[in-house]
């Protein structure tokens, strides 16, 4: 296959793209030793994003997966706005409950760049984007009751004239994420619910505002197996009764089998891998994507885990002092193999490139020149 201009992924923008993420990098600076700073060294950067690109298209399930470290928690929050791009594109296209009055749309459908809007700017879009967090023991106040906790965003986006009318839209979002009833709830504080419960709260909290677009940080990572599947099944139940768009993030594997449409698999902040999400779990062309569905245990007919080796080696690279070349090719075994093929992993990044449909791959080896 010919790595062409014309088979290199570029993010689609029309009118079924719900987020068009383009070429976005977040750098952290990192301190610099005093030695480095008597001999004018540049400052090191921690880059957790580094040009990454992907769309998600209006009311789908889109997936990044990877290992803890690849970058999928700071895309997420990079995406909301709650951290701020060192450079690159955030196309969204807000929901009927923003008033478009107030945007700048960069496309002819309608799509604004958020990363070229400040925190003021941003706050009519607030709504319209919320966030759902991995922890349901840490992202609630232990010290205010459910009432109180699902009334703060109606306070803060002035939801609801009076306390009565507050009162109404908690109940509904209860009863929404199947907490009934209701008024037994709201009295309650968070200690007093189990971690599923805590769950379906965090859930309501991000849905009561009525967004059109949802960030899922790994929602179910926390639970059990039988919870989490109840979680998941509200969460597919919700995307359908709102016409909801979710951005979700994960490392299982079967989490993201279960409720994806598509799926992004991330290295060290880049995209190696991209498509249908059953075709990619179960053919995958990724050299890592195939290590991570190795990695997954399982059980023979005596119960028994079954140990195998992984075609992977050694432990993810700094992030701040990233490998030339392909990013994983110290860890591929396949690249080792071939000598020709090495040279090529060491000294050449391959790009995101089409394979078939829309499935991409990020490797020499299954996008040949």
């Not at 504080?189 to 189990?194: A, C, D, E």
């Not at 050694?314 to 075994?333: I, K, M, N």
Request: proline residues 7%; charged residues 25%; contains cysteine.
């Amino acid at each position: 296959m010919t790595a062409g201009n014309d088979l290199v992924y570029a993010p689609e923008i029309s009118e079924r793209v719900k987020l068009a993420v383009k070429d976005l990098r977040v750098y952290f600076s990192l301190r610099r030793k005093l030695l480095d700073v008597l001999r004018g060294a540049p400052r090191p950067f921690v880059r957790a994003v580094d040009g990454l690109s992907f769309e998600v298209f209006e009311g789908e399930v889109f997936s990044l997966v990877g290992e803890s470290g690849c970058g999928k928690t700071t895309t997420g929050k990079t995406v909301l706005r709650l951290i701020k791009p060192y450079s690159g594109s955030i196309l969204y296209k807000p929901g009927a409950a923003v008033n478009h009055n107030r945007l700048r749309p960069e496309t002819e459908y309608g799509h604004i760049d958020l990363a070229k809007y400040d925190e003021k700017e941003l706050k009519p879009l607030r709504r319209d984007l919320q966030i759902c967090w991995q922890d349901p023991f840490s992202s609630i106040n232990p010290r205010k009751t459910i009432f109180k906790i699902l009334e703060e965003p109606l306070l803060i986006h002035r939801i609801g004239s009076t306390r009565g009318e507050r009162y109404e839209i908690i109940a509904k979002a209860l009863e929404m994420v199947k907490l009934v009833p209701p008024e037994e709830y709201m009295r309650a504080y968070p200690h007093m619910l189990s971690g599923g419960q805590r769950q379906r709260v965090v859930i309501a909290r991000a849905l009561i505002l009525n967004p059109s677009f949802l960030v899922a940080d790994e929602p179910v990572s926390m639970l059990d197996a039988s919870v989490r599947a109840e979680i998941l099944s509200l969460m597919l139940e919700l995307k359908e009764r709102y016409n909801l768009t979710y951005l979700f993030i994960t490392h299982d594997l079967a989490v993201a089998r279960y409720i994806s449409s598509r799926i992004g698999v991330m290295y060290l902040g880049k995209m190696v891998e991209m498509g249908n999400a059953q075709k990619v779990l179960s053919d995958p062309l990724h050299p890592y994507t195939q290590a991570l569905i190795e990695a997954i245990p399982e059980p023979e007919p005596e119960r028994r885990l079954t140990v195998r080796e992984l075609p992977i080696k050694g432990e993810v690279p700094s992030a701040v002092t990233l490998p030339e070349g392909c990013r994983f090719h110290p860890r591929c075994v396949v690249c080792e193999s071939s000598p020709a093929l090495a040279e090529k992993c060491r000294t050449r990044e391959p790009p995101l490139i089409k394979v078939e449909g829309d499935r991409y791959v990020a490797c020499w080896l299954a996008a040949r020149e």
